[in-house]
């Protein structure tokens, strides 16, 4: 079946500009995942949604980011007034957890921002 | 101060070597993943670990929980193994959040 979609797969911003960046996760995964990867740098949580339950946004860096959730399925990373250190790839992960045993996540293809 | 760290940062092996790539955290886990990340940016997860050894073709992940230590294994390595390896834990005091390590990156020369 499908994997995980991101778009788009470029975005080159203006700073202060908001970008919305969007996630499809696998169909019937429950648990979704947004992490950032600046250049040279390693991965870095931002958020986790579980099913219904409150997000997890422990690792958003600033009130400039925000995500949500429509339906369970597709979800949304927005970043207000971007800023040139927000330039990195935006990754989006789904998995099947809780009802399994497993926390194998299959990742999307990411969407590279660029903030001039 | 990372929660984790891979060694060595850089590998270059010939064609056939076997490789081993390591992993130190120093918070509690309820899992540790193992993801490869292609030039070109796609992640694929190979290994998720709570305790002993897996095992999935060529590569082989094993974890040691007292000492806080895991290791994937990559035998009769080829070029297409060229890649980042990184090593991702689930720190149980924190919830869903994963401390990633910064990656290693393995050349494999024909």
């Known amino acids: 079946g499908a994997g995980v979609s991101q778009s788009p797969s470029n975005k080159v911003t203006e700073k202060g500009k908001d970008v919305e960046l969007r996630c499809d996760p696998i169909?019937?995964?429950?648990?979704l995942y947004w992490y950032r990867q600046s250049l040279g740098q390693g991965l870095e949580f931002l958020i986790y949604?579980?099913?219904?339950?409150?997000?997890?946004k422990s690792g958003l860096p600033s009130d400039r980011f925000s995500a949500e959730r429509t339906g369970g399925s597709v979800s949304t990373l927005t970043i207000q007034r971007t800023q040139q250190e927000d330039s990195a790839v935006y990754l989006c992960?789904?998995?099947?957890?809780?009802?399994?045993?497993?926390?194998?996540?299959?990742f999307g293809p990411g969407t590279r921002l660029t903030v001039l | 101060k990372n929660e984790v760290e891979q060694s060595p940062q850089n590998l270059t092996a010939q064609e056939g070597e076997f490789i081993t790539i390591n992993c130190s955290y120093s918070?509690?886990?309820?899992?540790l993943h193992w993801l490869q990340q292609h030039p070109g940016g796609g992640i694929v997860s190979l290994f998720m670990?709570?305790?002993g050894k897996k095992k999935h073709g060529r590569l082989i992940a094993t974890i040691n929980i007292q000492e806080k230590h895991s290791s994937l294994h990559i035998t009769a390595s080829h070029p297409r193994d060229s890649a980042v390896y990184i090593c991702?834990?689930?720190?149980?005091?924190?919830?869903?959040?994963?401390?990633f390590g910064t990656g290693t990156s393995l050349t494999v020369i024909p």
């Open positions: 992960a789904s998995s099947l957890a809780p009802r399994t045993r497993t926390d194998t996540q299959y």
């Open positions: 169909s019937g995964h429950t648990a």
């Open positions: 949604f579980q099913g219904n339950s409150a997000p997890d």
């Open positions: 918070v509690g886990i309820s899992a």
């Open positions: 670990l709570s305790s």
């Open positions: 991702a834990v689930k720190n149980t005091n924190t919830g869903n959040q994963f401390y």
